[in-house]
């Protein structure tokens, strides 16, 4: 049994495996939630990790990955990387997807903190950590269904981080102003770093989960040096 696991919610190939490689290498047990796990079977032979099938839209499936955790140790971090997008004119964009994607991007998040914060104040300490993007704070034209979600998802994060920070848990959103590099970039043209490294990334939410509670953050906007803002 360890007392330092971390749930990473919608795990795949990029930022969130570089999360889980990073934390793993700490000594965190990680527990990854995806739709399909089996397309982290790599992942998963690399860290070690824990793998659970979960619908964050779903609050017995959000449930069952928590409890799943909960025998894995006393958890210690906590980090929501789902999204949900649909983009095009605003005329023409599917209600449907974009109820999908305000449920996943937003719903998924309050029901992933809500099981998190249980927990933590039951503990007495813990850190949330949520992923936004760009259009967190910034609404382009034919991102309505992108923006809407992430806002909501900004909006959740400040509330939770206003309550929950008197009582020692570390709630904090990151916006990720740019593109994220994959893998495949280290053979690219270009520069690598003209777009985010998702190692480097992984290096800033530990280091904001490590912070002494004198100065936490809660908002951290993270883009590469070429990304005009």
């Known amino acids: 049994m360890t007392s330092n696991v971390a749930v990473i919610a919608g795990a795949g190939s990029g930022l969130s495996a570089s999360l889980a490689r990073l934390l793993a290498g700490q000594g965190f047990r990680v527990v990854l939630a995806a739709r399909d796990i089996q397309k982290l079977d790599a992942l998963l032979a690399q860290t070690g990790a824990q793998a659970v099938a979960t619908d964050v839209c779903d609050i017995a499936s959000v449930e069952h990955l928590f409890e799943v955790a909960d025998k894995a140790g006393q958890l210690s971090l906590v980090i929501f990387n789902a999204s949900g997008r649909a983009r095009g004119p605003i005329a023409e964009l599917d209600p449907e997807a974009v109820r999908q994607a305000l449920l996943v991007g937003a719903y998924g998040g309050f029901l992933v903190g809500q099981q998190a914060a249980r927990r933590f104040l039951a503990q007495g300490s813990g850190s949330i950590f949520f992923t936004g993007a760009t259009a967190s704070v910034k609404g382009f034209a034919g991102s309505a269904g992108f ?81 005009s803002f």
């Open 147 to 227: 923006a809407m979600p992430k806002f909501g998802l900004r909006g959740l994060a400040q509330s939770m981080a206003r309550e929950l920070a008197p009582k020692n848990i570390h709630v904090a959103h990151f916006i990720i102003d740019g593109a994220i590099a994959p893998a495949a970039s280290e053979q690219a043209s270009e520069p690598q770093d003209r777009r985010l490294s998702p190692d480097a990334i992984a290096e800033a939410y530990l280091g904001i989960h490590r912070q002494h509670r004198s100065a936490w953050t809660w908002e951290m906007e993270l883009r590469p040096w070429v990304e």
